[in-house]
């Protein structure tokens, strides 16, 4: 398999193609083609037919671009060409970069469109295509990034790739990329694949296809206990589902990941850092587990656990991650102490550290003066803001990185709109004292901020990165202020900062697609934060409120617009319309988990049956049915989902994700789904389906299970089971459910609604047996109703990812 870092071993095509390689030249552009290339038409820019906005920003790009389809790969067959494929998005600073300095350069663009067949993906409208490439990436390298480039066959296996590489004149460093590998040059890249596919072409597709060989083996996450599970053929859903995951791998995942723990600066290893939902919202339910995973866990460890979770999302709202200023997170910290962001700003981010922070300020307390409320407040307003809802009411998809740093001007820079001078910084406040206070606070210096080995280049030269340095009480003491001084003074700073931003500089371009899996997230986050703050009360109320009809405004859009409820098909991309590209296993995912949390937020029985249609359909879309099936002779059949259909075009394999990244993965998510519609709607088989998802990690959870935190939690669910609460003629503002609405999700209990008649409801959940005539909540326990003791200790939390 060639390098991509190009370091090939001795002998391969590429090795004897790059021996001695130069800067390309001018007359490289005249090599010879096939004679198929003289008849056909010349390339032209397609990426104007896209209605994508990351496609369709490189429309004035030198780059003749092709879109992934047929077309496209007909030509490079016909004519014999090598694929040049960049994967990437929108709002990414080194995907501006290299548009910017590589792609708009007339030697890259020249070489590209006379000697390759260039197609750009957005990776976030085709996720399986980024994961496959990703996949290869990550097997030879220590990380990844985007842009994710590609050089491919005509059959799409892949020859070589890497990530960011610099264009002519362009110096980078180590400590700028996502990988922490100093960049590769382009011009150098494409000399050295110049004479590759001319001149080796029956060892670079040999050894292409060995590439697939061994990226299906590195891909193979979910398929390892296959064996184990063709040896249950007469197993039923009735049966009692073995399996060898059990409460211990918690137990095992909380060591390893302490071992990661960076007690100083919070978060888990060195830089670059990353918010990790999933684990952080793992460890935040240590101690809100059932007793039986304490037990296993050790109270005392499951406190400490806990405490590493707090402990980084209190070091990530003082840092410079945090929007101080427009509310909100940015997508990484590029130092170890949060200081220095990458400046774009993502629905996904927010919408998970949403349930996140949310999680947290239940678990200290949850009243309107606890830790974490305010910022719970502040991410729900940023994700209900007008830039990131669209007119028709779906959440777009993110904010880019860079900007133009004042009106007027052409080039843009990254994270101008967020950056200060102490200058501008003091002239915008205008009050001397104030202007003190707030500097001190955020850390606002004469000659910037940034440490200069972040910055090689003097990008940020004397400009401030806003984060918190002093609190309020050092404040109050240092500057001999009262304790209701500071406060207000940082308040009405911000105010004015937020003013001044918003007139005078130029927002950061906006992706305005909506993405169905993205808004799943956002929905589910914000109707759990709604009812929380429902049952809060005062102000806090009211924000719920607002929050609920935003979620639920965007769910009816999907529902409209992205589902064909006639041919059961859901889409993933609305973007000026709806996108072709049908959805994948985590746009369903998501989106039956917000409709359960709908449900749960209104009562209305709809989102229910919408979550089980939903769910039936991903079943049979994506589940690796133990069954064996005529349709899927290939498949591993050992349970849980593929991230795409058999069918998906353009993907030369299927990928199975069960460990949590920057999101948590589809399979943690589906198996949540699962066990909660298992209870609710008292199927066995879905239950079952949940098991067996979880079973299908097994033997990577035992070796690795610190890379599995979102299904752990599945394994809780597996092994003590659900109780099952029904509401009787009350809705979700009945003060009985205050408790269940108001714990951190750790517990194992999900809430049912009867109310009036619901034949729906009854005859697709026998198990409600004879429902008692008064009203008020009860627990279900095989058929049989008890009240529910509201004063009791019984966890009262829904389990979900």
Known sequence: MMSAQLNPPPGSALASATAGAQQPTAAESSSPGTDLETSAPPLRNRAGDSKNPFVRAHTDTLVHWQLLDDEAL??????????????????????????????????????????????????????????????????????????????????????FGGTYWTGPGVHTSKSETDTGDEPLEFLVILQKLLSVWPEEEVRVRDEAKKSVIELRRFSGEGTLNADSASRQPSQTVDSEFEGEVDLDQIEEAYTRIAATFDPMCGGF????????????????RATQFPKEVQDVVGAQDCGYVSTMALHTLRRMIA???????????????????????????????????????????LLVGGTEQSEFASTVIEVADYITSDRMISSTGGFVSSEAADSVNKKGDSIMQQGAFYLWTRKEFDSVIGD????????????????????????????????????????HARLTKQLGLSDDDVPKIIASAREKLRAFRDKERVQPAID??????????????????????????????????????????????????LWDASSQVLYRVWADGRSDTRAFADDYAYLIEASLELYEATS???????????????????????????????????????????RSPHAILRVKDAMDSAQPSVNAVSASNLFRLGALLGDKKYSYLAKETVNAFGVEMLEHPHLFPGLLCGVVSWRLGASQLVSISHGPASKELAKFFKAPRASLSTLLYLGGPSSWLRSRNPALGDVPQETGLFVLENGSYRRHETAGSEPMATDSV
């Open 74 to 159: 007909a030509r490079a067959k016909a004519e014999n060409k090598l694929i040049f494929l960049t994967i990437g998005f929108l709002a990414s600073h080194y995907c501006h970069l290299t548009r910017q300095d590589s792609f708009c350069n007339p030697r890259i663009a020249n070489i590209l469109n006379e000697h390759f067949i260039p197609i750009i993906v957005d990776r976030e409208e085709r996720p399986d295509i980024d994961t496959i490439y990703m996949n290869y990436n990550l097997s030879l390298n220590s990380g990844g990034g985007w842009p994710l480039n590609m050089f491919l066959t005509p059959d799409l296996e892949p020859v």
């Open 269 to 284: 290893g060195q830089e670059p850092k990353f918010p990790t939902s999933a684990k952080l919202s793992t460890l935040l």
């Open 319 to 361: 840092g410079g991650m945090h929007d101080h200023v427009g509310g909100g997170f940015h997508r990484l910290s590029v130092t170890r102490d949060w200081s220095l962001p990458s400046f774009e700003k993502l629905l996904i981010d927010n919408s998970l550290l949403l349930g996140v922070f949310l999680d947290a300020w």
């Open 432 to 471: 001397e004292q104030e202007s003190e206070v707030a500097a001190a606070y955020w850390d606002v210096q004469e000659h910037g901020n940034v440490d200069r080995s972040h910055d090689p280049h003097d990008e940020f030269l004397n400009q401030n990165v806003l984060r918190i340095v002093r609190n």
């Open 512 to 561: 305005t697609k909506v993405v169905t899996a993205y808004n799943g997230m956002a929905i589910a986050a914000l109707a759990r934060t709604a009812l929380a703050l429902r049952h809060t009360g005062g102000e806090f109320a009211a924000k719920g409120e607002t929050y609920l009809a935003a979620a639920k405004k965007a769910a009816e859009f999907i529902k409209t617009q």
């Open 604 to 646: 209305d029985e709809s989102w229910l049956q919408w979550a089980d249609e939903l769910q039936a359909v991903q079943i049979k879309l994506f589940y690796d049915s133990v069954t064996p099936s005529a349709d899927e002779p290939s498949a591993s059949r050992c349970g849980a989902f593929y991230s795409t259909t058999s």
